[in-house]
């Protein structure tokens, strides 16, 4: 608890500085939060609270935006609260870092935003799967259940709902009665998550609401008192003078690091419940209503599931088929043959497709049933209906035959993974397993917090726990045996890891083998501290000289000692802040220095107030990154012309990346300073990477860069892998990117090996970034072949005069990519761009009808014509010489 009372000292400052009054700063035990989403219930909430005979007060959601509210509580309690802001959630996450207990009940979160459901899902290690149709009893799991489960809370019925575990650390205290025993209340050290709407007339008794809330506290060690009855009316936790406070924005993590990490276990391992393909959250309030938005929501993203399995479905029927391209000639050719002797010949050697058909017009039909249900409020059903149709599409996504097309497939090759291999000779079977699933690109983790993975001349100390070999020499020559490519993903300004200390059995807070021998190196906070407390790393100064000349002259020994084909910048940022709470990074002695020269002022006496100056200190920060991206573009292509430089990005909004970590890759994209934008677009669902990656692949600035979204496999089914990545390959992007082997599982290895896999170890489709005029030419020309699938099968609908054009537009865009991709010239370039600005502009005339029809697929094919523009765009830019000041030629 000495986090704690930390905690309450600094509570007591800021209550002394706003003149608050002193009793504010006396810890209450328990804080009840109030919102619209249990307003309605809150008198019959109330009567419960009282009769726990615990004292508690009462604080309004929007007060939960300053953690300055929450720092005199002990426990907070969230009562069937379904809407949650960032703001919330980042107050509570840093509440919850210096020690906060918590406890939830229902359908925590489920209608706030993706991004906020993903992070809440991480902070309770848990999240609401569905409601039950029929009240059911509590149970315990097992003799071994947790002693704080009060037998009294186990006898009455309940309306509750099914409460999924989500993280290794969460345990299932209570289950339902019902078959297979679905969770009904899941615990971490620091959550309980009640899996009914407590203080909801109907749900459950009031006495046990009542008893299993006093348990929950007494987990705690909150005691209630027998027979005491609160006031009628209780306090409130905060006053208002403190609500004008600017709220927090979510508190972001690295999202590559877990914090399931140990000295014996140096890499996150996923849970067994990981490779279950569970339901995921389904919306409902507190009285079970689907509201319109809801209904809305619910039925596109069904919609869009059926689009991207009808999508991948037909890729896998043009791909596997006989048909060729779209050509007049190939038309005609169709004269005389029958539909059902063309169906027959392209589906002859393939029976399981049936199934995916069949199971897509089952979940149509489910769709409607759902929006009829809704029609006739009964909301049960409308959720089973819709539960059972995803479920539907999932088990018979088509992932058993080739579909995949040139693109970049990537994998980040992660160092607790490298650790476990000795030699070389154990790094085979990898490098072997992932040539056979398709893989085309391995980000090789080559430097991590100022470690290499190599013995170098330039850092002081290779990784101890690799030393006696080098895997990346090991690695390089793997990968190239199997017609892969490595690049060396390093960690550039975060220069030290206080969870990577304790593999090494090093102290806490020892700063790394670069910083304790150059401690003026390091960046501080505005408080003095060197290590971020959220995310435990230390930062190299970015304005520091020796530091940039230090960082170029590792990258240089590795781009001129190890035949590499490309280099990742990751940590190529400063560390998260929020300067509206006094929350920022930058201080080291170089910076304060320069800025200081400049300005006349040290930036450590600039605040946000000061709009000016402040932004003045922002935008120094941003030209250090900047600048030493592009002196790292220039040293390196000077040395090796054919290098790959890559950057792992938030994807978080321009504007908010720069104020809090200072990361403005869009510059370094429009000056070609990198190859590949790689944003670390993480989402739980698919949806959530909708909403994170189309933003950025949609962006016409960029439209010059190859953008490959990632997709993180921790926590994610199986199948909802399998499904982002066909997410991605239905909007215009050139690839994707995974993170990370180590949770790469058997059955994600077989499904790559059939969709995605060569038949040879050695792949020979051709990679974007090294020949963009071939991929676009090899991209159309699948898209041709889906086409002409449909046009054999009858199963597309255009106007016949719309058809003739379409066909002849098609044969002449053909023509020019292919000239351009066996001669590439600055002639057939513009020629290939006009025909393909032709064409793109006359298709969604062409595709009315068949859009009327079938839209999703109409919009996948005018993204997939987007990629291929972005592939021209790269190629006039890098592979051109008339276009290139260095005739890059890659």
């Known amino acids: 608890m000495k986090k704690w009372v930390v905690g309450t000292a600094i509570a007591a400052t800021i209550n002394t500085l706003l003149g608050l009054p002193g009793a504010l700063a006396q810890t209450v035990n328990l804080g009840v939060v109030k919102s619209p989403d249990n307003q309605a219930d809150w008198s019959d909430i109330t009567s419960r609270l009282q009769s726990t005979g615990v004292d508690y007060c009462v604080i309004d959601l929007s007060q939960v935006a300053q953690l300055s509210n929450l720092e005199n509580t002990q426990v907070l309690f969230l009562p069937n609260i379904e809407r949650l802001e960032p703001e919330h959630l980042a107050t509570v996450q840093e509440w919850m870092r210096q020690g906060g207990r918590i406890i939830v009940s229902g359908p925590a979160g489920i209608l706030s935003q993706p991004e906020v459901r993903n992070r809440l899902r991480s902070l309770l290690g848990a999240y609401w799967g569905f409601g039950l149709s029929t009240p059911s009893r509590l149970e315990r799991l097992s003799v071994s259940s947790p002693r704080w489960i009060p037998n009294a809370g186990l006898v009455e019925q309940l309306q509750g709902g099914v409460v999924i575990p989500a993280s290794l650390e969460a345990q299932t205290a209570a289950v339902w009665n019902q078959p297979e025993n679905p969770p009904a209340v899941v615990t971490t050290d620091q959550s309980i998550f009640l899996g009914w709407r407590w203080g909801v007339e109907g749900e459950a008794a009031a006495q046990t609401d009542v008893v299993w809330l006093q348990a929950a506290l007494s987990?705690?060690?909150?005691?209630?008192?027998?027979?005491?009855?609160?006031?009628?009316?209780?306090?409130?936790?905060?006053?208002?003078?403190?609500?004008?406070?600017?709220?927090?924005?979510?508190?972001?993590?690295?999202?590559?690091?877990?914090?399931?990490?140990?000295?014996?276990?140096?890499?996150?391992?996923?849970?067994?419940?990981?490779?279950?393909?569970?339901?995921?959250?389904?919306?409902?309030?507190?009285?079970?209503?689907?509201?319109?938005?809801?209904?809305?929501?619910?039925?596109?993203?069904?919609?869009?599931?059926?689009?991207?399995?009808?999508?991948?479905?037909?890729?896998?029927?043009?791909?596997?088929?006989?048909?060729?391209?779209?050509?007049?000639?190939?038309?005609?050719?169709?004269?005389?043959?029958?539909?059902?002797?063309?169906?027959?010949?392209?589906?002859?050697?393939?029976?399981?497709?049936?199934?995916?058909?069949?199971?897509?017009?089952?979940?149509?039909?489910?769709?409607?049933?759902?929006?009829?249900?809704?029609?006739?409020?009964?909301?049960?059903?409308?959720?089973?209906?819709?539960?059972?149709?995803?479920?539907?599409?999932?088990?018979?996504?088509?992932?058993?035959?080739?579909?995949?097309?040139?693109?970049?497939?990537?994998?980040?090759?992660?160092?607790?993974?490298?650790?476990?291999?000795?030699?070389?000779?154990?790094?085979?079977?990898?490098?072997?397993?992932?040539?056979?699933?398709?893989?085309?690109?391995?980000?090789?983790?080559?430097?991590?917090?100022?470690?290499?993975?190599?013995?170098?001349?330039?850092?002081?100390?290779?990784?101890?726990?690799?030393?006696?070999?080098?895997?990346?020499?090991?690695?390089?020559?793997?990968?190239?045996?199997?017609?892969?490519?490595?690049?060396?993903?390093?960690?550039?300004?975060?220069?030290a890891n206080q969870r990577h200390n304790a593999l090494l059995n090093q102290p806490?807070?020892?700063?790394?083998?670069?910083?304790?021998?150059?401690?003026?190196?390091?960046?501080?906070?505005?408080?003095?501290?060197?290590?971020?407390?959220?995310?435990?790393?230390?930062?190299?100064?970015?304005?520091?000289?020796?530091?940039?000349?230090?960082?170029?002259?590792?990258?240089?020994?590795?781009?001129?000692?190890?035949?590499?084909?490309?280099?990742?910048?990751?940590?190529?940022?400063?560390?998260?802040?929020?300067?509206?709470?006094?929350?920022?990074?930058?201080?080291?002695?170089?910076?304060?220095?320069?800025?200081?020269?400049?300005?006349?002022?040290?930036?450590?006496?600039?605040?946000?107030?000061?709009?000016?100056?402040?932004?003045?200190?922002?935008?120094?920060?941003?030209?250090?990154?900047?600048?030493?991206?592009?002196?790292?573009?220039?040293?390196?292509r000077e040395q090796r012309p054919d290098l790959i430089l890559s950057a792992a990005v938030f994807a978080l909004p321009l504007g908010e990346r720069q104020q809090r970590l200072q990361q403005n890759w869009e510059e370094w994209a429009l000056q070609g300073y990198i190859d590949l934008v790689v944003p670390m677009t993480y989402a739980l669902d698919t949806e959530g990477l909708h909403s994170l990656a189309q933003p950025l692949l949609t962006e016409s600035t960029l439209n010059e860069a190859l953008l490959i979204p990632g997709i993180r496999l921790l926590n994610l089914p199986d199948v909802v892998a399998v499904d982002q990545i066909q997410l991605l390959r239905d909007l215009p992007a050139g690839g994707y990117a995974v993170f990370a082997v180590e949770n790469l599982n058997d059955n994600l290895h077989r499904i790559f090996q059939q969709t995605q896999g060569?038949?040879?170890?050695?792949?020979?489709?051709?990679?974007?970034?090294?020949?963009?005029?071939?991929?676009?030419?090899?991209?159309?020309?699948?898209?041709?072949?889906?086409?002409?699938?449909?046009?054999?099968?009858?199963?597309?609908?255009?106007?016949?005069?719309?058809?003739?054009?379409?066909?002849?537009?098609?044969?002449?865009?053909?023509?020019a990519l292919n000239q351009l991709a066996m001669e590439p010239s600055q002639q057939h370039w513009q020629n290939a761009k006009a025909a393909l600005a032709a064409f793109r502009s006359q298709f969604p005339q062409w595709m009315q009808q068949q859009g009327m029809r079938h839209p999703y697929q109409v919009q996948v094919w005018d993204n997939r014509l987007a990629t291929i523009e972005r592939l021209l765009n790269y190629g006039g830019r890098t592979t051109l010489p008339e276009n290139s000041s260095d005739a890059i030629k890659r």
């Open 219 to 495: 987990r705690y060690n909150i005691t209630p008192t027998p027979g005491k009855m609160p006031n009628s009316s209780p306090p409130n936790c905060v006053k208002s003078q403190s609500l004008a406070a600017t709220p927090v924005p979510v508190i972001s993590r690295d999202p590559k690091r877990q914090d399931n990490l140990s000295a014996s276990n140096p890499t996150p391992v996923p849970s067994e419940g990981d490779r279950l393909v569970l339901p995921a959250q389904t919306p409902g309030n507190n009285r079970g209503i689907l509201t319109p938005n809801e209904v809305t929501a619910m039925s596109r993203e069904l919609e869009h599931l059926m689009g991207r399995v009808e999508s991948t479905l037909l890729t896998a029927n043009a791909h596997n088929s006989e048909v060729g391209l779209l050509t007049q000639e190939s038309i005609e050719s169709l004269e005389g043959v029958s539909v059902k002797e063309a169906e027959h010949e392209t589906q002859r050697n393939y029976q399981p497709n049936r199934t995916t058909v069949s199971a897509l017009a089952q979940a149509r039909i489910g769709l409607q049933n759902f929006l009829g249900a809704v029609e006739q409020q009964d909301y049960t059903a409308a959720r089973q209906q819709w539960i059972n149709a995803r479920r539907l599409l999932w088990d018979n996504y088509p992932i058993a035959r080739q579909l995949a097309q040139p693109e970049i497939r990537a994998i980040w090759l992660d160092r607790g993974t490298i650790v476990k291999a000795k030699t070389k000779q154990d790094l085979v079977k990898l490098f072997d397993q992932l040539a056979k699933a398709g893989f085309n690109t391995v980000f090789f983790e080559t430097v991590n917090a100022s470690y290499p993975i190599y013995p170098s001349q330039v850092a002081p100390e290779q990784n101890p726990l690799v030393r006696g070999w080098d895997p990346l020499e090991a690695a390089v020559d793997l990968a190239h045996e199997r017609g892969m490519e490595l690049h060396a993903w390093v960690w550039i300004f975060a220069a």
């Open 508 to 636: 806490p807070d020892y700063p790394g083998p670069v910083l304790s021998a150059h401690p003026d190196w390091a960046i501080f906070d505005k408080r003095g501290r060197l290590f971020d407390p959220n995310t435990r790393k230390a930062f190299f100064d970015p304005a520091n000289p020796e530091v940039r000349d230090y960082l170029m002259a590792l990258l240089e020994e590795i781009a001129n000692r190890y035949d590499v084909d490309g280099i990742q910048l990751d940590y190529i940022r400063y560390p998260f802040q929020d300067p509206r709470v006094n929350q920022t990074y930058g201080y080291g002695v170089a910076a304060r220095q320069q800025f200081k020269e400049w300005t006349g002022v040290d930036p450590i006496e600039v605040y946000p107030s000061s709009r000016q100056l402040w932004q003045q200190w922002t935008d120094f920060r941003i030209r250090q990154v900047d600048s030493f991206v592009a002196s790292v573009s220039a040293r390196l």
């Open 758 to 815: 060569q038949p040879e170890s050695t792949s020979t489709d051709p990679i974007p970034y090294r020949q963009p005029f071939p991929v676009a030419m090899t991209r159309f020309a699948a898209l041709q072949r889906e086409w002409n699938f449909l046009v054999t099968n009858e199963q597309i609908a255009i106007h016949q005069d719309a058809f003739t054009e379409w066909v002849a537009q098609t044969e002449k865009l053909n023509q």
